[in-house]
């Protein structure tokens, strides 16, 4: 008798195994999907297996059907899933999440569409108006929960159970509709939505911009006009008075940009430099692993570009990854321009559709390079000989929900696997990667100059102390004053960065210290003071923000540490002929904000005030000054990695200045002498990393020990708090790492729920995993009042 492994798509930690079926006659591959009989009712699920032989005699239920669909995952797909598993501690189930596109899966999904024109919000005070307004102004034609989940607006709105509470109140009210229907992935052909000019107007700067872009390309896809700034409504309102014509076209027919040709230099002598050595690597065709650290504007993206060039012409494939934040249409560009319609940039303008065709294509074959965020490691793309993520010390390649993998650990079993070549590009590179680095386990490509042998800025550090002590009770410390000042006379370009990690414009009464806190988590409620309201940043609870004390009735209620509000406004004050635009989460809340605020900036701006977003991805030869407004502010979050980063965002920040011209970065801080801002202004990554080595070593931190952090999460205070105590005791007695706690998590209650963390430290990772496996991971099924919440590598 044939038989394959079959895991139900359903997520139930009661079915995470896979389990035997008769295959009877059907032709059955890794990733196919199909329907099972599981208990008394049948199931959708994918085969986890190849096929094997058992005797004829073996009781075992046959597989129903193979549905009709493309496979789901290829063996690439599920080999990275079944280490994930095995890695990060979860079930095969959870793994395979990250991997199958959910539109990949046959289903009965519901979706939702307005039934009134007109929301009137006063009718459900509970629902956020941020949500309100995104389905009422953003979403016309309805939409699938699954959308609505993972929409950055959304998110902001709520949790994913906020959110589904949300949507049920909206249902109830009468203004929104469910509609329930069965999704198969192979039914709906794929279509591409591209735009066409045509003879109408349209009045307004917006639409005449678009227009023009229009113009430029007929034929361009929609998500590439919102890419590039322009909004839903903007489109919709230019295809409804016939100024532009939507069709729906098949994916091969919507590229109509025209390639650029290559790059009009020549490699630099670092740069040829590197991609000997990368050719050597490739040539052997054996696993490999490569740090390159090269400064800002050292050219590491024509150093990966050429890579891949070769690596193409050679008949391989490669994969790129980028942090979420940096897929502007820039980045894209320069793989588009290089790799024309054999490159896929799954960027955040896809709908889960054309992701799902992207994924197709490259099943296909159709695909040699794909560029893309953190899933893309999963790309089903054969063939791949070089994995290259850019930014590699970024924070977005650790997935923050279940599972909780790095991308730079997937890739790297994915290269090992593959006997390809792992490239991971940095100027401030993690200290795993350094210490990796400089222990010879893996190999280093440093890159000193900057591509345009521009010299890195000069930084000045200002002590806000002193310049406090000396009277000046302002934002800006006279040297920055005076450098905008002169900017703005000389007609260039200046980023003022404020950090938002850790600091996030909390009120506080100066009469008696109260300040409004969060009803339903342990955080305190930030200032949004162009809305009027105090937000949570983690459950979007607000309210007004109050003129008097709520504690002792004190009109002295104020704004504590500096947004980017504040920041704009003072900027304003001082300079009013100045052009200000602001970027960060409050301004860049839908697809295309981003790209939009930083064309403005290009055009006509003279300051960009910015939250982390602008540390990346920014290249305008214009900019000659970088004020970091407050540099310390991340030093203080309870995070091992506090220093860490803060170095690394301000070295970030400071490259961004002098890319053409000579420039200059002025810092300000309360910790002149703290090493991340030290070796920060001197450009001195070794320096840094010497220092926080020695003492991550002494403190017995990663990259010397190995993190696992346990957490307990449940209603009750008491019960979070007992089963922790369990934990801990039986880690304790068990051996195989310190345990440390448990202890409550910085932000202690979440959502009303407590939350109690152990935190694991181990030389022997392996051997760890097997214990909590074996030994918590059952005491953790068998509670009903607490959940468990593993994260390793923190
Ligand atoms: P990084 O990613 O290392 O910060 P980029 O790849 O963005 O650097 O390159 C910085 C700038 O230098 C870009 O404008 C790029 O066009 C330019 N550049 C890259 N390589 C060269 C070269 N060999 N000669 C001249 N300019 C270069
Ligand atoms: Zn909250």
New binding site residues.
């Given amino acids: 008798m044939r038989t394959i492994d079959a895991l139900a798509a359903i997520r139930s930690s009661r079915f995470d195994l896979p389990l035997t079926y008769d295959a009877r006659d059907l032709d059955l591959r890794v990733g196919d999907v199909i329907r099972v009989p599981l208990g008394n009712r049948e199931v959708i699920a994918f085969v986890v297996s190849g096929m094997s032989e058992v005797p004829a005699d073996a009781k075992l239920k046959p597989v129903t059907e193979k549905l009709d669909v493309p496979r789901a995952f290829d063996e690439t797909g599920l080999h990275l899933a079944r280490f994930i598993a095995e890695y990060y501690l979860c079930t095969l189930g959870d793994a395979l999440s990250a991997v199958v596109l959910s539109a990949a899966v046959p289903r009965m999904v519901d979706s939702f569409a307005r039934i009134v024109t007109q929301p009137n919000p006063q009718r459900y005070p509970s629902v956020p108006a941020r949500l309100v307004r995104l389905i009422w102004d953003d979403m016309p034609e309805g939409f699938g929960l699954e959308a609505l989940l993972r929409h950055p607006e959304a998110r902001r709105a709520g949790d994913r159970g906020a959110l589904l509470r949300h949507v049920q109140t909206l249902v109830k009210s009468g203004e929104l509709r469910r509609e329930r229907r069965f999704v198969d992935p192979k039914t709906q052909e794929y279509r591409v939505r591209v735009l066409y000019p045509r003879d109408g107007t349209l009045r307004g700067a917006k639409a005449r911009a678009l227009l023009a872009f229009v113009n430029e390309a007929p034929g361009v896809p929609r998500a590439d006009a919102i890419l590039a700034g322009f909004s839903n409504a903007v489109i919709a309102r230019a295809v409804k008075t016939g100024a532009l014509e939507e069709r729906e076209v098949s994916p091969a027919h919507a590229r109509t940009r025209k390639t650029i040709p290559d790059?009009p230099?020549?490699?630099?002598s670092e740069?040829a430099d590197a991609l000997s050595r990368i050719d050597r690597w490739l040539e052997a065709r054996t696993f490999a692993e490569a740090l390159i650290h090269?400064v800002?504007?050292?050219?590491?993206?024509?150093v990966y570009v050429e890579a891949i060039k070769r690596v193409v012409r050679e008949g391989g494939r490669a994969i790129v990854l980028v942090p979420e934040i940096s897929l502007t249409p820039q980045t894209a560009r320069r793989f588009e321009d290089a790799f024309g319609d054999r490159v896929a940039v799954l960027h955040s303008a896809l709908s889960e559709r054309e992701r799902f065709e992207a994924w197709q294509a490259c099943m296909r074959g159709e695909i040699d390079v794909v560029v893309g965020a953190r899933s893309a490691v999963f790309a089903p793309l054969r063939d791949v000989r070089l994995l290259v993520i850019d930014e590699a010390h970024e924070t977005s390649y650790k997935q923050d929900t279940v599972p909780r993998y790095h991308a730079v650990a997937v890739a790297r079993e994915r290269m090992r696997a593959a006997n390809g070549l792992l490239l991971l590009g940095s100027a401030t590179p993690s200290l795993e990667s350094y210490e990796a680095a400089r222990r010879d386990r893996i190999a280093l490509i440093t890159l000193k100059e900057r591509?345009?042998a521009q010299p890195m800025p000069s930084v000045k550090i200002v002590d806000l102390a002193k310049e406090f002590e000396a009277g000046n009770k302002r934002i800006f410390s006279t040297a920055l004053t005076e450098a905008l000042a002169d900017r703005l006379e000389r007609g260039e370009k200046t980023v003022l960065f404020v950090n938002r990690r850790g600091s996030a414009g909390f009120l506080l009464c100066r009469t008696c210290g109260f300040v409004p806190v969060c009803p339903r988590c342990d955080v305190s409620l930030a200032a949004h003071r162009s809305e009027g309201v105090l937000r949570c940043h983690y459950c979007d609870h607000q309210q007004a923000i109050p003129v008097s004390c709520r504690s002792c009735s004190m009109p002295t209620i104020r704004e504590f540490g500096v947004g980017t509000e504040r920041v704009a406004e003072d900027v304003a004050r001082l300079y009013p002929s100045a052009r200000v635009l602001r970027m960060d989460s409050d301004t860049t809340t839908r697809v295309g904000d981003h790209a939009r605020i930083l064309s403005a900036f290009e055009e006509a701006g003279d300051v960009l005030v910015g939250t982390q977003m602008v540390a990346k991805g920014l290249?305008f030869p214009t900019v000659t000054l970088v004020g970091v407004v407050a540099a310390d502010v991340g030093l203080h979050v309870p995070d091992f990695r506090a220093a860490e980063r803060t170095f690394a965002l301000i070295s970030q920040v400071c490259g961004r200045s002098g890319r053409a011209r000579p420039g200059e970065a002025i810092v300000q801080t309360y910790s002149p002498a703290h090493p991340a801002i030290v070796f920060s202004a001197a450009h001195d990554y070794e320096g840094f990393a010497e220092t926080e080595l020695a003492e991550r070593r002494s403190l017995h931190y990663p990259p010397f020990v190995r993190l696992v952090y346990l957490g307990v999460i449940s209603r009750s205070r008491q019960k979070a708090s007992a089963q922790a105590e369990r934990y801990a005791g039986v880690l304790r007695s068990l051996g195989g790492a310190d345990v440390l706690g448990p202890a409550p998590y910085p932000i202690a209650r979440l959502n009303n729920e407590w939350r109690m963390r152990i935190v694991l430290k181990t030389l022997k990772p392996k051997a760890l995993r097997e214990i909590l496996r074996k030994h918590i991971l059952p005491l953790a099924r068998n509670d009903r009042d607490t959940r468990l919440s593993l994260n390793v590598d923190p």
């Fill in positions: 790059a230099f020549s490699a630099t740069q090269g800002t504007g050292s050219g590491k993206t024509y591509a345009t290249d």
